[in-house]
């Protein structure tokens, strides 16, 4: 079982920057490949940002790719997703999940954090 807490979201301006912070419960954490995936009101929940066990493996959606980076701190138990350049249509509900191994499809994760909303305004 883990647990996944995000934090870190807040309002920010067109152009400008927040850090998300996942924290995970778990004795295991360097084994669990983190995505962070996100929901804008009315739309499905769709991938962001994924990196591998011990971050040797990173994936990016095309539409944050150059902007967010996404990295992981197996001594601390968190995984980060620094979004940089930020765009409203980034506005959406962010969320850390957790599962063996890497992937990007949002029903391959098992283990899911309950969000940090994202507002970014023009």
């Known amino acids: 079982q883990v647990q996944l807490v995000e934090s870190g979201g807040g309002l920010v301006q067109a152009g400008g920057s927040l850090r998300l912070s996942c924290a995970a419960s778990t004795r295991t954490f360097s084994n669990y490949a983190l995505g962070w995936f996100r929901q804008a009101p009315g739309k499905e929940r769709d991938f962001v940002a994924a990196?591998?066990?011990?971050?040797?493996?990173?994936y990016y959606a095309d539409s944050v790719k150059g902007r967010f980076t996404i990295s992981r701190d197996n001594a601390k138990n968190t995984v980060y997703l620094q979004m940089n350049s930020l765009k409203p249509e980034d506005t959406a509900v962010y969320y850390c999940?957790?599962?063996?191994?890497?992937?990007?499809?949002?029903?391959?994760?098992?283990?899911w954090g309950r969000g940090t909303q994202v507002t970014v305004s023009s």
């Open positions: 990196i591998s066990w011990v971050g040797g493996s990173t």
């Open positions: 999940a957790a599962r063996p191994f890497i992937a990007t499809m949002t029903a391959d994760y098992v283990y």
